[in-house]
């Protein structure tokens, strides 16, 4: 199981999304081959889910589709390399969670298929 628990997506000063832990992503995006990533973008309220998944995409340097265009958010989940989860609000994220029926695919996804989570 391959889990980064990220506190915020910017340091103070830095421009760069998630900048402060890029070589530590970048290296098991390298070492698992990763392609694209489902980012999940729920706790968000004041940014636009598309234009962050592109800020991850460039940062990253890999595929990021945010879930909420996904026909079917679980087999989106079903399907990801690597889970990539906003920071913002825990109770909206909880909320759609579990309003989606996300829970157990994302727990199935890491759990069974070790597929990376960052969040």
Not at 3 to 8: E, G, R, T, V, W
Not at 41 to 55: H, K, M, S, V
Not at 77 to 97: F, H, K, P, R, Y
Request: include cysteine; aromatic fraction near 6%.
């Amino acid at each position: 199981m391959e889990l980064f628990l990220l506190s915020n997506g910017k340091l103070s000063g830095e421009a760069e999304l998630l900048g402060y832990a890029k070589s530590q992503l970048l290296a098991m995006i390298a070492r698992r081959g990763i392609k694209s990533a489902v980012f999940i973008p729920y706790a968000l309220i004041r940014y636009d889910y598309d234009q962050r998944a592109q800020e991850l995409a460039q940062t990253l340097g890999i595929g990021v589709t945010s879930i909420h265009h996904a026909a079917s958010p679980a087999a989106a989940i079903a399907q990801a390399e690597c889970i990539l989860v906003s920071g913002g609000n825990t109770w909206l994220l909880n909320q759609m969670l579990h309003e989606q029926g996300l829970i157990v695919p994302i727990q199935r996804a890491v759990r069974e298929r070790e597929v990376p989570y960052v969040g």
